[in-house]
């Protein structure tokens, strides 16, 4: 058995061993996912990717060290 249909088995058990009186709640609550669900994708599909301007600052020194100690000084610390 695979682990969805395990999970889904034991999904179902669960629901079963509700009172009747229940059950419409918790379908209720699995439209309500389905729908959640369904507009998640569709605001998704819509977002147009994000476009941050890239600035090029150019190379780096050669002889660039980024070492605390040479950055901050060493005082011991």
Do not use: C
């Not at 179902?12 to 309500?32: A, N």
């Not at 996912?33 to 190379?59: H, M, S, Y």
Request: no cysteine; proline share 8%; glycine share 4%.
């Amino acid at each position: 058995m695979s682990v969805a249909m395990h999970k889904t088995q034991t999904l179902l058990e669960k629901i079963q061993s509700l009172p009747e009186d229940r059950f419409e709640q918790v379908e209720d609550f699995v439209d309500f996912l389905r729908e959640r669900t369904k507009r998640e994708e569709e605001i998704a599909d819509k977002q147009e990717p994000l476009d941050f301007p890239v600035d090029n600052p150019g190379p780096w020194p050669e002889k660039l060290s980024l070492r605390r100690e040479d950055m901050y000084g060493d005082d011991g610390r």
